[in-house]
């Protein structure tokens, strides 16, 4: 007899093939889970509010609000007591024991509604009293602040309270106006 040809090459490998045994099969079961969160519900709900100022030629002012509510005008660094002012109120509904960053762009801008001159300000205070301020934020690397809501109801209505307090410089020669801005807060569940 000569040399295979490629089909008896061909046809001893499957016929080789057939004749092993099956191995035994196992089988078993994973389990696969996803958590879905619905997207946050923020609602402003009170104006920052640095009140009324009394010009004084000469002098710089500096406006000062809180989180508690309590602000200072200071002229030239001489504070007095503020009058009318507020924090600003944002709404946040969650659940126990959520965790959420606070993100917010700390300079904001306010402009005359007559003269159009433009002042600075900047938000220095965030506070959240129905929740814990975590450090963890720092360790993210973010400028976020991330804050996680005590064990308990979140509030009596389900929802915390973000206040934020801010600092408004008027340079003098700053002219008699109303002035207004916005500022934007974004929460963001993790």
Sequence with gaps: MGKPTLLQVTLLSCLGLAA????????DR????LTLVSPTDVEHKQN???GRILLRSGHRIVAQVDHLDQGSHSYSDI????????SGHFHVKGKSGDCY?????????????RSGTKLSGMITHVHVPEALRADRAQEIGTPDILFCSTPGPIGPHGFSVVKIGGRL???DGTPSDTYEGTYQVTVQFI
């Design 101 to 113: 960053f606070v993100r917010l762009d700390p300079n904001f801008h306010l402009t005359g509604t």
């Design 169 to 171: 410089e008027v340079p």
């Design 20 to 27: 092993l045994p099956l191995a035994a099969a196992a089988t």
């Design 79 to 86: 504070p007095q007591p503020a009058v009318g002012v507020a």
């Design 48 to 50: 920052l509010h640095f």
């Design 30 to 33: 994973g389990e696969a889970e």
